[in-house]
């Protein structure tokens, strides 16, 4: 069955220290990829996204994720966290034809302290 | 200025009643979906429509219908069958269902006693 693990259940973070939320799946054949956040009473966004090309994305507010197809991953990352990106994280996961829905990950909540 | 909006923010029922969550969108978007979240959980996909006239059930469609007779209108019926109706409920569109960002509203918190 199609699913979207998301490894840590909330992560605690000082503001600067670097980032890292792990993303795996499993889903047969090609597939798009997506981080969303949800800051504090806020509408769920999109952070970034992967459909093809360069398996580094860059999204908003310094974020990135690598693809790596191999080991079925896509993992979140930040080099220096601030105070302001404490939200809840998911990530989402599609087949890559038409008429596939979104599976997400059951979300990482990430408190940063300043 | 275009988006999704999702009425009323809280809503309150009596077990046992049937109830609408509405969802409205004027971005254009042929696919809309509907989510439920629940704390741990992440977002569960209850149904999702392509087209007007048109929707798919997703993993947890047990308890709920929807209709989908406008383009911008994808309203959700929680009914009396649904065993565990509080949640928070998320409406989202695409321009199609597929390679698409999704656009999520605010959200519906639906509490049953």
């Known amino acids: 069955a199609q699913s979207v693990s998301q490894h840590n259940h909330h992560v605690i973070l000082s503001e600067a220290a670097s980032l890292e939320l792990g993303c795996n799946y499993s889903?047969?054949?090609?597939?798009?990829l997506f981080w969303y956040v949800q800051y504090p009473g806020q509408h769920l966004q999109l952070l970034l996204k992967?459909?093809?090309?360069?398996?580094l994305v860059k999204g908003i507010k310094g974020f990135e994720a690598e693809f790596i197809k191999s080991k079925f991953s896509f993992n979140l990352r930040k080099p220096s966290v601030q105070w302001s990106d404490t939200a809840e994280y998911f990530c989402a996961v599609n087949g890559a034809r038409a008429g596939t829905a979104l599976i997400f990950g059951k979300g990482t909540t990430l408190s940063v302290s300043s | 200025d275009g988006g999704i909006t999702q009425s009323p923010k809280y809503l309150f029922r009596k077990e046992g009643q049937n109830v609408t969550l509405s969802c409205e969108q004027n971005l254009n978007h042929d696919a809309m979906y509907w989510y439920r979240q629940d704390p741990g959980q992440g977002l569960r996909l209850i149904y999702y429509s392509q087209i007007v006239n048109d929707f798919q059930k997703g993993d947890i469609a047990e308890g709920y219908s929807v209709s989908r007779e406008k383009k911008e209108s994808f309203p959700l019926t929680v009914t009396s069958a649904q065993k565990n109706p509080t949640a928070f409920y998320l409406c989202?569109?695409?321009?199609?269902?597929?390679?698409?960002?999704?656009?999520f509203g605010p959200g519906t918190r639906l509490t049953v006693t």
């Open positions: 989202a569109s695409s321009k199609a269902v597929g390679t698409y960002e999704q656009y």
């Open positions: 889903y047969g054949g090609t597939v798009n």
């Open positions: 992967y459909f093809s090309g360069d398996p």
